[in-house]
Each structure stands twice: as C-alpha cells, then as structure tokens.
C-alpha cells in the first residue's frame, strides 16, 4: 500500500515554465520532507514543514504543507535544466521518526 | 567532510555470497536509518537505531538481513546468502531530531546481485 501519492510521476517541461509536484495522502504526518536527488547518490535535503498551512521559499521553489498535514506540494517558477532531478516527498512518523517515501517525480528540464 | 558516509559505494556479488555495507553518521546523530531503494521507487524503510538499540525492524527485512550499531556510533548491515533480488540502493540516514524528522542521507551503497 502506498501511503504517499506523487503526481505527476514524469514531467518534461522547457525551460522558464512553472511547475508543481504533488504530494497527496490519507494520513496524517508530524512532519514532511522534500528530497532531491540525483542518479547513483542519496536524496539530498531541500526543506522541512513541520505545521499545518505552512509555506517555505527557497529561492524559486515554494513548498506547502496543507492544513490537516497530510498532503504537500513543491512549486518551481522558472525552470532551469539545474533542477533537473528525482524529487521525493516523505512524511514523519513522530513516534520513530521513520520516513514514508512517495515514489517520485522526474523532473526534465530542457534548454 | 562532516556528512553521512557510506562503505562500499558499488558492490558486486555472485548469488549466495555474504556481503556488509558500514555506514558512519553524522557525529551528533543519535538516529540512525537503513532504506533501501529499487529503480524508480522512493526508499523503503528497513530498520533504525536510536544510539545502540534498534528499535524497530520492517517487515522487508527477512532473516537474511542483520543490523548491527555496537557503539552507538557506526552501523553495518549484512546480507546473508544474497539473491537477485536483493539487488538495490542500500541508503543510510542520520537524524537528530524526533521532532522535525529531517534525516541526511549518505550518498548510497549500490549492490547488484548477478
């Protein structure tokens, strides 16, 4: 059973575009992460929203953590081929801290 | 380099071998965690400790597998008799922090089982 729903699981988009990840599920998380990551390396760190409605910038990604903690989404404005990448969402069990991964979007990014 | 290390970066094996993967933490983190992760999945959980005890074991870990954490420090996990399917992303991350859940991950351990 999949706890954590991505979509869209592929996007090709150009350069410049906007973009948006979702991150959708049936249970309720104390925290949710976004990871990035690249071919043969682990899932590098890009934010953490801990309360419900939150809203983190980091530079041109907007991530949302919804009111009832239980979906999320990543927002990009203006593409680049950098952010080019396997982006990951994962909730947080309190009581162990353990991560429950979606199954990712791969994002292309082309000039 | 003060992040979360993994040893071997690739590992291959010949089915049936016995094979150990190190992880070494970020020096702070008492919360260490084992994932694994196949071609085109999110990692799954496997395992975690908090300092030496392992505290919980997912049920994908069958009894081929076993972690180990002796100090608190470092970990390693073997898998016995290895099988094809076994093949994946070995993944560690450390944690310091219950309360937010963000864990750093280390870049990875590849097995591939022929």
């Known amino acids: 059973t999949q706890l954590l729903e991505q979509s869209p699981q592929f996007l090709s988009i150009q350069e410049g575009e906007n973009l948006t990840v979702y991150c959708n599920s049936s249970?309720?998380?104390?925290?949710l992460q976004w990871y990035r990551q690249e071919p043969g390396e682990g899932p590098v760190l890009l934010v953490t929203v801990v309360t419900g409605g939150e809203v983190k910038k980091l530079k041109r990604l907007t991530f949302q953590f919804g009111d009832a903690r239980k979906d999320s989404s990543l927002h990009i404005t203006a593409a680049q081929p950098g952010d080019t990448g396997l982006y990951l969402c994962a909730g947080a069990r309190s009581n162990t801290g353990k991560l429950i991964f979606g199954q990712g979007t791969t994002l292309q990014v082309k000039p | 380099d003060t992040g979360v290390s993994q040893d071997p970066r690739h590992k291959i094996t010949k089915r049936g071998q016995n094979v150990t993967f190190r992880c070494d933490p970020i020096s702070e983190h008492n919360r260490l965690y084992w994932y694994r992760q196949t071609l085109g999945q999110g990692p799954e959980f496997l395992t975690y400790?908090?300092?030496?005890?392992?505290?919980?074991k997912s049920r994908l870990l069958s009894d081929r597998f076993s972690a180990e954490r002796p100090k608190g420090s470092f970990s390693t996990l073997e898998i016995q008799r290895t099988e094809q399917g076994d093949s994946a992303m070995y993944l560690c991350a450390s944690s310091s922090s219950l309360l937010t859940g963000e864990q750093y991950f280390g870049p990875g351990t590849r097995l591939t089982v022929t």
């Open positions: 400790f908090q300092n030496e005890a392992q505290l919980e």
């Open positions: 249970s309720v998380f104390s925290s």
